[in-house]
């Protein structure tokens, strides 16, 4: 596999290759990593995922590594009396979302998570007396957050919000998308 001059995504600084041929979920296929010596932030190349991929990662989500955590969080979620509040708990990562949406945000406002995947933050939010929606790449992940939670999400193209009928959102929540 050839090496590629790339630059980084998010900040157009300087990268190095730091892992070459790592396995990728989807059989025979391989990415290299690359790291930013500018902003820090590692990434894969290529840079594009297919929407077959994720449905097939989505599919299989509770036998792969990685993914069974999502599936079993999503099934920890339905029997949660506050599923906020176990989200919050989890991580970081949520943990400041739901804060700085605490702060900044009344029930109500209309919330749009991005990359929703299995669909559990969405519905925590929905439960928390927000209008959250959520919306993924994956049709597979789509379909199973609508038959696990209910009628908040759909599916949409990265470069296609469109298709959400012209629905204005307050704020918008990427958690764990950008390293995908």
Known sequence: M??????CPVCGG?????YQGHPSYVFRSTYDIYSCAQCLVSFVYPLFVE??????IYSDAEYIAGYDKYHALSQ??????RPLDVMADLGDEYAFVINRLQ?????GDP???VGCGLG????????????????????????????????YYQCVGVND????????????????????
């Open 2 to 7: 050839a090496v590629h001059e790339t630059c």
């Open 14 to 18: 300087r990268t190095a290759l730091v």
């Open 51 to 56: 929407q077959k991929d994720y449905d097939a």
């Open 76 to 81: 920890r979620i339905l029997s949660a009396e």
């Open 103 to 107: 702060l900044l945000a009344k029930k």
């Open 111 to 113: 919330v749009l998570e």
């Open 120 to 151: 559990y933050l969405t519905y925590a939010l929905h439960a928390a007396g927000y209008d959250a929606r959520g919306a993924d790449l994956s049709a597979v992940s789509v379909r199973r957050a609508t038959e696990t939670y209910g009628s």
């Open 161 to 180: 919000f469109s298709s959400l009928e012209g629905r204005r959102f307050r704020f918008i929540v990427l958690t764990e998308v950008i390293e995908h």
